[in-house]
């Protein structure tokens, strides 16, 4: 069993939808749960991080934590052709150090 | 601001050559992490690394790779007598001087290609 799973997708929306993307975990020590956002051919860029259970919002984006389940979310309000991209969640029991990722969901967004 | 600066880019290595991959972290930051991305997988941790110290191998290969954040200048990566399963895209983070920061940034990557 892997320690994060990550539906691959892909999944196509048209614009202005919501978008919800999920991570399931085996490891009840994570503690430090963050999504990053990878346009082709480029590094992960850091969208949301959160710490142990609970919602964070940041503008049209919303991270939903439930350690009870193992599971977070990624919510993503009026979605963007800009959007477009593959989301990677990640986590880990210290922090920076030593990230567990998903293998990441690609997301079209269509105009 | 710079953010994470990685070079080369892209690298193509024979097998049995060396590979050496350059991550210079964003300023400010004296916390260097490794990550590997084999093709249709997630990134993979390899190790963490402060100024002279590594703090966490435990991702890394046991023979041929090795890592270094010297006093002075970037933090290398070097893959020793490379071979086809190498070929991979390296990417290098870097986060905060405070040990508890969660935020790692990620540079570009080094696109690793062993012919």
């Known amino acids: 069993q892997k320690e994060v799973e990550q539906d691959p997708g892909p999944l196509s929306v048209p614009e202005g939808a919501i978008v919800s993307l999920n991570c399931t975990y085996s490891n009840s020590a994570f503690q430090y749960f963050m999504w990053y956002r990878q346009y082709s051919r480029k590094g992960p860029e850091l969208l949301m991080y959160?710490?142990?259970?609970g919602n964070k919002e940041d503008g049209r984006f919303t991270a939903q934590v439930d350690k009870s389940s193992k599971y977070i979310s990624l919510f993503i309000r009026d979605s963007q052709p800009s959007d477009s991209a593959t989301y990677l969640c990640?986590?880990?029991?210290?922090?920076?150090?030593?990230?567990?990722f998903g293998t990441g969901t690609r997301l079209t967004v269509i105009p | 601001n710079a953010g994470v600066m990685q070079n080369p880019r892209h690298l193509v290595r024979r097998r049995g050559q060396e590979a050496r991959l350059r991550c210079s972290p964003m300023?400010?930051?004296?916390?260097v992490y490794w990550y590997r991305q084999l093709p249709e997988e997630g990134l993979k941790f390899m190790v963490y690394l402060q100024k002279e110290n590594i703090i966490d191998e435990s991702g890394m290969p046991k023979e041929r790779f090795s890592a270094e954040f010297p006093k002075e200048g970037p933090s290398i990566l070097r893959i020793q007598q490379v071979v086809r399963g190498d070929s991979a895209a390296y990417f290098c983070a870097s986060s905060p001087l405070s040990g508890s920061s969660t935020e790692a940034f990620f540079g570009q990557g080094t696109r690793l290609t062993v012919v």
């Open positions: 300023k400010g930051h004296s916390h």
């Open positions: 959160t710490y142990s259970s």
């Open positions: 990640a986590m880990s029991e210290t922090g920076a150090n030593n990230l567990f």
